[in-house]
């Protein structure tokens, strides 16, 4: 009897420094991933400032609605990057992160796709929806998903989590990107010839 409950013991002792042995092997992708997303958002806010001093009429529904998004994405990489990097001593805490961000940026992709429905600057196309909504949404459900199945699936969460925090990475990177062709090109054309001989 004695030796069935210390093998118990060794199995649950295993699995738990197993959780812990499959989350530290990560530790690399996060450095990485997280210091592009830290990188990115330094370079957003520039290009935000060298676009900001051209004269194009803005508004601020169509900033919250298609800049913030990708600062907001890019710092959740960030987030999770350094989640991921705490030496955690159990995989709860960490699934507890991944569980709380996922349901926040699920409702925050609804907020955003009610801000790209009530602003009347820009017209959205399927891409910027599927850009701007579909795709962080899908992310965002991983996430959580990821948090409810940790424990007794460390290997796949982690995964999980890893594709989840790839895809916010190009999302954010494809919407950066696009933003900065659209004020470059597109307002351009749209300016009066006056302003532009300025």
Not at 73 to 89: D, E, I, K, Q, Y
Request: with cysteine; proline share 4%.
């Amino acid at each position: 009897m004695k030796e069935c409950g210390e093998d118990r013991e060794k199995e649950g002792a295993y699995a738990f420094g197993d959780n812990m042995l499959e989350l530290a092997s990560w530790n690399s992708f996060y450095v990485i991933i997280g210091s592009a997303a830290g990188a990115l958002i330094g370079l957003q806010f520039v290009v935000m400032t060298l676009i900001s001093n051209r004269p194009a009429i803005r508004a601020a529904e169509a900033g919250a609605a298609f800049a913030t998004p990708t600062i907001i994405h890019f710092g959740v990489v960030l987030l999770l990057a350094a989640a991921a990097s705490v030496p955690w001593h159990e995989i709860g805490p960490v699934s507890v992160v991944w569980g709380s961000v996922g349901l926040g940026g699920i409702a925050y992709a609804i907020v955003i796709a009610w801000r790209m429905r009530v602003q009347a600057i820009y017209r959205p196309v399927f891409e910027d929806w599927l850009f701007h909504v579909l795709l962080p949404l899908a992310a965002y459900a991983l996430l959580s998903g990821s948090a409810y199945v940790a424990h007794s699936h460390a290997r796949p969460a982690l995964m999980v989590v890893g594709a989840a925090t790839l895809l916010l990475l190009f999302v954010g990177i494809h919407n950066a990107w696009d933003a900065v062709t659209y004020h470059v090109f597109t307002e351009a054309k749209e300016q009066p010839e006056d302003e532009q001989s300025r």
